[in-house]
């Protein structure tokens, strides 16, 4: 059976924590037309956040870490 390869474009997005229970995102919505965006709404989105628990799952699938038993 070969490797499983891992998803590129998620390996560039997302990052496990350290324990490998959490993994962790960058705000959408940061790259255009900010203009029309408030110094508060923008300030915001620059702080990272977890993907919701839903999801991890098939997140750390997709980057290769769904091995790992925690």
């Given at each position: 059976?070969?490797?499983?390869?891992?998803?590129?474009?998620?390996?560039?997005?997302?990052?496990?924590?350290?324990?490998g229970?959490r993994?962790?995102?960058?705000?959408?919505?940061?790259?255009?037309?900010?203009?029309?965006?408030?110094?508060?709404?923008?300030?915001?989105?620059?702080?990272?956040?977890?993907?919701?628990?839903?999801?991890?799952?098939?997140?750390?699938?997709?980057?290769?870490?769904?091995?790992?038993?925690?």
């Amino acid at each position: 059976m070969p490797k499983m390869k891992s998803h590129s474009g998620a390996k560039k997005r997302f990052k496990v924590n350290k324990a490998g229970t959490r993994v962790k995102r960058a705000c959408q919505n940061k790259n255009h037309i900010l203009n029309k965006k408030s110094r508060e709404r923008k300030r915001k989105l620059r702080q990272g956040d977890y993907v919701h628990s839903g999801q991890e799952r098939m997140i750390k699938a997709l980057i290769g870490e769904g091995g790992k038993s925690n």
